[in-house]
T-cell receptor, first 117, second 119 residues
C-alpha cells in the first residue's frame, strides 16, 4: 500500500506571496492532519480534516487554511507569507475509529520544505 | 492543555548496546495514546511504537519496547542491540483518545532527543 505523498517536496517563495501544499493520504484513510516543524518551535499541530470538514485546529493565524476533497486528498494554503513561515510542513493520515473518538496512529508523509525569502 | 517533555536533547550509545530515551507528559485525561516517532536525516517521520493508555502491558516492537508508567506519567523508549540505522531524532507524542470538539486535538510532541550511534 502506498504511503502518504506530499507535493511539492521543496518550495521557495517570497514574502507576501501565497502557497498551496498538497497531501494524498494512504488509501482508505479519511483523516488528514497537518503539522509545522521549525527548529525554534518544534512540531506544532495546524489542523485536521475528516470527511471534507475541519475537525480540529491548532493555534495558528487565519493565514493558514486548508481543505479536504471527497477523495480525502487535502491541501493547505498559506497566504501573505512571512519569513517565519519557513518550515517543514508535514502531512499525516489516519483511520478514524468513530465520530466521537479521535484517530490514533498517524502516518506521515515526507514533508514539504518551504523557504520564504 | 497537554505537554510532553523530553529531558535529553542528545544521547549517544555504542552499536549493539541498549539505550533508554525518557519522556514525561502532563494530562488530566485518562484515555489517550502515546507514540514514539523516529525522524532520520531524510526528515520522514516514522512510527516506532504506540501505547494505549488503558493497556497496562508495555508495547514491544522487535528491538523497541516502552516502559509505560501511567501514574507517574512516564513513557520511556528502550532500544536494544542498537544499530547504525537507529541514529535519528526521536519524538515522543501524545494524543487524546476522545475528540473534544473544541480544541486542538492533534498530536502534541516533545522537543525530541537526538540519538547518536557510535560504531
Amino acid at each position: 500500500k502506498a504511503g502518504v505523498t506530499q507535493t511539492p517536496r521543496y518550495l521557495i517563495k517570497t514574502r507576501g506571496q501565497q502557497v498551496t501544499l498538497s497531501c494524498s493520504p494512504i488509501s482508505g484513510h479519511r483523516s488528514v492532519s497537518w503539522y509545522q516543524q521549525t527548529p525554534g518551535q518544534g512540531l506544532q499541530f495546524l489542523f485536521e480534516y475528516f470527511s471534507e470538514t475541519q475537525r480540529n485546529k491548532g493555534n495558528f493565524p487565519g493565514r493558514f487554511s486548508g481543505r479536504q476533497f471527497s477523495n480525502s486528498r487535502s491541501e493547505m494554503n498559506v497566504s501573505t507569507l512571512e519569513l517565519g513561515d519557513s518550515a517543514l510542513y508535514l502531512c499525516a493520515s489516519s483511520l478514524v475509529s468513530g465520530r466521537a473518538r479521535s484517530t490514533d496512529t498517524q502516518y506521515f508523509g515526507p514533508g514539504t520544505r518551504l523557504t520564504v525569502l | 492543555a497537554q505537554t510532553v517533555t523530553q529531558s535529553q536533547p542528545e544521547m549517544s550509545v555504542q552499536e549493539a548496546e541498549t539505550v533508554t530515551l525518557s519522556c514525561t507528559y502532563d494530562t488530566s485525561e485518562s484515555d489517550y495514546y502515546l507514540f514514539w516517532y523516529k525522524q532520520p536525516p531524510s526528515r520522514q517521520m516514522i512510527l516506532v511504537i504506540r501505547q494505549e493508555a488503558y493497556k497496562q502491558q508495555n508495547a514491544t516492537e522487535n528491538r523497541f519496547s516502552v516502559n509505560f508508567q501511567k501514574a507517574a506519567k512516564s513513557f520511556s523508549l528502550k532500544i536494544s542491540d542498537s544499530q547504525l540505522g537507529d541514529a535519528a531524532m526521536y519524538f515522543c507524542a501524545y494524543r487524546s483518545a476522545m475528540y473534544s470538539g473544541g480544541g486542538a486535538d492533534g498530536l502534541t510532541f516533545g522537543k525530541g532527543t537526538h540519538l547518536i550511534i557510535q560504531p
